[in-house]
Each structure stands twice: as structure tokens, then as C-alpha cells.
């Protein structure tokens, strides 16, 4: 047998790449438009700090270490007239040394004509000088270098005195020149993440205010499905953005107008089908009370079809009546004050299964709410037509007390209802695929959609679910919200 999923024209969904799974979510609109604003922020932040940190390292390294060359140059003048003359002791060429003035930390070195060196430091000697700097320095080339001694930066000036046949060094410290490039570049990246922060707030900003027209369009799309057709966006001085305004507002005119005219259809050809119905049915009574007359039991076959069908056709007519005044605006509530448990209970007698068990919250009893007497009964009347009707009749109905209003919950002994079509079976002439499986078939698919509606207008909800006990069938479920802090609780003899 060949697979369905393979039938031509047919494409199969259900068989995706691997690689699908790990694909990351993408971001909305508002996202992107903030993260742009914070790249570009990053990035414009972090040339410009690159840029600036660059030259400026360049301009202070390049001031220090003329400084330092002019220093080396003038310190070493003042060696050569050490040397002009006889040979110094030690002592007078660390005299000398030591006298030597410095705008910066540094130490000198003096290679005397006989190959020995003189210094300040016994840290900074011959060991501490390059051998490429030292080659340069005897080509008679003065020369500098940095070089780092026991972690610390250092300049190393070297200044030939080729007339006295003496080099005189001097390392100059750049550790103040360090910290002062190590404290712009935190600066720098201080200034870029600011930057970087305040993009990302003013792209938060900007996505907000661009999309305050399409938020605004979306809380007035989610008006218009909840009914209130006559919700319109006002007035932008966006050019661009009125163009959309205009456009939705079309839109939402030219439905409201088209619901409201397929809604006067409705209600007409209700009111219209009313008077000659009414005549029918009166005719069908008179036959019916005179059918034993008739010999022919074909012809009273044919008046009970006739019966049940005018019966069930006005019915039709009455529930297209009170949909059309829900779909007009018309429905309003008619308050008052009520027991519940007498309700479901006169509800269950009235119906066609008035044997139906009911099962009474005691915290219920005599409690008065206030309610609309005849929705409600309308409510637990169109629950138990919709058992007998698909799901073989009702098995149970509870009400019980919740912490914030009531519950009234019809079970049948059905099929029950797929999770599919749990919201589906609410919508009108919608039974559900499950329905033609179910005993009897004669409903429309207004008798729930009735429910919906009448349980909205008190601001509850209604819904199906599984049996709690495990059993096959459907459970539905209302609830109404009370103030129970404004509910008087009657006294213990006023219960019935």
C-alpha cells in the first residue's frame, strides 16, 4: 500500500532537515531594530576609540622619548669635559653621574676609554645594554631603544663622545608614560561602552516609537475581533505611516458594514420566516390533534416528520433570532436574583431528559446571585439537547461553588470530543467532525455557539474537557464568576 504522504501535488511537512532543529529563533522586528542601533554603536564607538587611542599613544610616545633623547644629549655633554682631560677616578665619574639633572626617573652609564663601565645602579649596567644598540652607538650613532628591565618599560639613549673615545648611556623610565596610555585606553573603552549603551537605548527608543502605529493597529485588530467593530486608529502626521491608517480604517468601516448588513439579512429573513411558520405549525397542530381520524397510518407517520420538522425549523428561526440580536449589539442582561440549584434543577425538569442526576454543592444551598434567569436556563437547556443529541444522552449534571463564582458541568456518555475541536464546536454550524458518529444528527451547530454567547454576556467561560472519572464522554463546563463578598448567605431555614 502506498504511502499517502507520497501522492502527487502533495507535499509532506512532517519530514524536516536535521539541520532545522538547531536553527535559532528570529528576532522581532523591535529586536533587530535595537541590536542595530547597538552594532552600529559598537562599531562606530570602537573605531573611533581605536583611532584616537592610536594617536594619541603615538603623539605621547613620540613627545617622551624626544624628551628623553634631548635629556641623553644634553646629560651627556655635561660627561665630556670629564674626560677631556686626565683620566677620572671612580669616584669623580660617579660624582659626575650623580649630579647629572633629569626631568624623568632615570639612571646613567658612562663607558670610560678604557673599556670599563660606570654606573648609577648597580641594576642598570653593561648586562642591561643590546648588543645591536651598543654596535650603533660605537659606529659613533646615536641611538635609542626600548627594552624592559624586570618587567618595568625603559628607553635606552646611547650617545657616542667620540672625541673623548666614551659612550654615555642613560635609561630614562617610561613607566609614567605607560600608565598614562593604560589609563586613556580604559578611559577609551569606558567611553565605548557607554556609547555602545546609550545606542542600544536610543534604538530601544527609536523601535518603540516606529512601532507604536503597528502596536496600536494591533490592539485595534484584537478590539475588532472581540466585537467592537467600531474601533478605528486615529490620526498620524506620518505621511507614511497615514497611509496604513487610512488603509486599516477602510478596512475595518467596510467590514463593520458588512457584518452589519449580512446581520440585518439575518435578523429580516428571521422575522420573515416567523409569521408563515407560525401559521404552519398551527396548521400542523390542528392535524396532529386529528390524526387518529386517519385511517392511514402512512398519513399519520407523515404528520409526526411534519411535527418534529416544523418543531426543529422553529427553533432554527428562534436561535437565528437571538444570534442576530447578539450580532446587533442588542443582547442585554436582565438581572436577577436566583438560586442556582432551583435553576439547574427546573432546567433539568423542563427538558427532554428531566431524569438526568444532579449533583448539588451544599455550600450552594440557598445561596441567591444575580443573574439572567432566562440565559442561563437557555444555557443548561442547549448543554442537555447537545448530550442527547451526540453524546447519547446526559449522565450527570454538577454545580459546585468556586472560590470566584460557579460551575455547571453536563456529562455525557459519548465519544467525546477531540482536542482538535474543543474551541471548534463553539463557533455556529460547527458540530464537529466527530458529530456524524455520534447518536442523532439533527442539530445545526447553534445550540453551543447559543451557550458561548449567553456565557460571555455574564463575563464567563465555557469549555470541554475529558470525564474526570475516566470514562467515555465529554464533560462541558461553565463557569460564572460571583462576588462572593457581595452575596448575602442566607440563613439555615431559608434553605429549601
Known amino acids: ?28 522586528l523591535r529586536a533587530r531594530i535595537t541590536l542595530a542601533f547597538t552594532v552600529s554603536a559598537a562599531v562606530l564607538s570602537i573605531l ?112 657616542p663622545l667620540t672625541d673623548v673615545d666614551t659612550i654615555y648611556f642613560e635609561f630614562v623610565s617610561l613607566a609614567d608614560t605607560q600608565s598614562v596610555l593604560e589609563s586613556l585606553s580604559a578611559s577609551l573603552f569606558g567611553a565605548s561602552l557607554v556609547t555602545t549603551l546609550a545606542g542600544a537605548a536610543v534604538g530601544w527608543w527609536a523601535s518603540r516609537r516606529t512601532l507604536r502605529p503597528l502596536a496600536d ?23 507614511d505611516l497615514g497611509v496604513l491608517v487610512t488603509s486599516f480604517n477602510h478596512m475595518a468601516q467596510v467590514l ?35 390524526r387518529e381520524e386517519m385511517p392511514d397510518a402512512s398519513a399519520q407517520a407523515a404528520i409526526d416528520l411534519m411535527v418534529a420538522d416544523v418543531a426543529r425549523f422553529k427553533q432554527l428561526v428562534e436561535d437565528l433570532l437571538e444570534i442576530s440580536r447578539f450580532d446587533a449589539g442588542a443582547a442585554r442582561l436582565e438581572l436577577s436574583e436566583l438560586r442556582p440549584g432551583e435553576l439547574v434543577t427546573q432546567a433539568v425538569a423542563w427538558s427532554e431528559t428531566p431524569d438526568v442526576p444532579i449533583e448539588l454543592d451544599s455550600d450552594l444551598a440557598g445561596v441567591l446571585i444575580r443573574a439572567d434567569k432566562r440565559r442561563l436556563v437557555r444555557v443548561v437547556s442547549n448543554l442537555l439537547d447537545n448530550a442527547r443529541k451526540y453524546g447519547g444522552g446526559a449522565t450527570r449534571i454538577e454545580l459546585r461553588r468556586l472560590p470566584t463564582g460557579i ?50 454576556l455574564h463575563k464567563g467561560r465555557v469549555w470541554v474537557e475529558d470525564r474526570p472519572d475516566g470514562e467515555e464522554g465529554a464533560r462541558f463546563c461553565v ?5 462572593w463578598d457581595e452575596v448575602l448567605e442566607p440563613a439555615d431555614e431559608d434553605v429549601p
Open 256 to 290: 463593520e458594514e458588512r457584518i452589519d448588513r449580512d446581520g440585518r439579512f439575518a435578523s429580516d429573513v428571521s422575522h420573515e420566516l416567523r409569521s408563515p411558520l407560525m401559521t404552519l405549525s398551527a396548521s400542523i397542530e390542528v392535524l396532529s390533534s386529528r
Open 1 to 28: 500500500m502506498s504511502d499517502p504522504r507520497d501522492a502527487p501535488g502533495e507535499v509532506s511537512t512532517d519530514r524536516q532537515p536535521w539541520w532545522h532543529r538547531f536553527r535559532p529563533r528570529r528576532l522581532g
Open 48 to 159: 573611533l576609540a581605536g583611532t584616537t587611542w592610536a594617536l594619541t599613544r603615538e603623539n605621547i610616545v613620540n613627545q617622551r622619548q624626544s624628551s628623553a633623547t634631548r635629556q641623553a644629549l644634553r646629560n651627556g655633554e655635561v660627561v665630556r669635559p670629564l674626560f677631556a682631560g686626565s683620566t677620572p677616578t671612580a669616584e669623580q665619574i660617579n660624582e659626575s653621574l650623580t649630579s647629572l639633572q633629569s626631568d624623568s626617573p632615570s639612571h646613567s652609564l658612562v663607558r670610560t676609554p678604557s673599556g670599563r663601565y660606570y654606573g648609577t645602579s648597580a641594576a642598570y649596567g653593561r648586562a642591561q645594554v643590546p648588543g645591536s644598540l651598543l654596535a650603533l652607538v660605537d659606529d659613533g650613532q646615536a641611538a635609542r631603544m626600548r627594552i624592559a628591565i624586570d618587567g618595568e618599560p625603559e628607553l635606552l639613549v646611547g650617545v
Open 479 to 483: 463557569e460564572l464568576p460571583v462576588a
Open 407 to 456: 460551575l455547571i458541568a453536563v456529562e455525557d456518555g459519548g465519544t467525546g470530543v477531540p482536542p482538535e475541536e474543543r474551541e471548534l464546536i463553539f463557533d455556529r454550524f460547527s458540530r464537529g467532525a466527530g458529530s456524524n458518529r455520534r447518536a442523532g444528527s439533527e442539530g445545526v451547530g447553534l445550540g453551543l455557539s447559543l451557550v458561548a454567547e449567553h456565557v460571555a
Open 217 to 239: 493597529v494591533s490592539v485595534a485588530a484584537e478590539a475588532i475581533a472581540g466585537g467592537r467593530l467600531d474601533t478605528r486608529l486615529g490620526a498620524v502626521d506620518d505621511p
